[in-house]
Nanobody, 123 residues
Framework: VQLQASGGGLVQAGGSLRLSCAVSGRTFITNTMGWFRQAPGKEREFVAAINWSGAFTDYADSVKGRFTISRDNAENTLYLQMNSLKPEDTAVYYC?????????????????WGQGTQVTVSS
């Protein structure tokens, strides 16, 4: 199983980026998927999660109203649309797949991880 995250980059504050995570090796249409991030010197933190159908989502308070998680099960791809970016959003962003079918926000509930993509927001 491989998760390939892409779409990161350097953007000014207030700008937008769209992250993608392509999953290969098997399908996870019944699994919750999520995004996490890790800034230098900090622990990896939850950003957003989406259930298998896409009908339910959960967000960290720090990104609510600015980020949107979505998935395309036919394409086996996870997305994160990030708007109104702030310098504090700067981090390496990781996509992950959980063994659960309900929404989970802790790292221990996720079994497969992508390699991460760097997002840098300048002020």
């Amino acid at each position: 199983v491989q998760l390939q995250a892409s779409g990161g980059g350097l953007v000014q504050a207030g700008g937008s980026l769209r992250l993608s995570c392509a999953v290969s090796g098997r399908t996870f249409i019944t699994n919750t998927m999520g995004w996490f991030r890790q800034a230098p010197g900090k622990e990896r933190e939850f950003v957003a999660a989406i259930n298998w159908s896409g009908a339910f989502t959960d967000y960290a308070d720090s990104v609510k109203g600015r980020f949107t998680i979505s998935r395309d099960n036919a394409e086996n791809t996870l997305y994160l649309q990030m708007n109104s970016l702030k310098p504090e959003d700067t981090a390496v962003y990781y996509c992950a797949v959980s063994g659960k079918s309900w929404l989970v926000t802790d790292t221990f509930s996720y079994d497969y991880w992508g390699q991460g993509t760097q997002v840098t927001v300048s002020s």
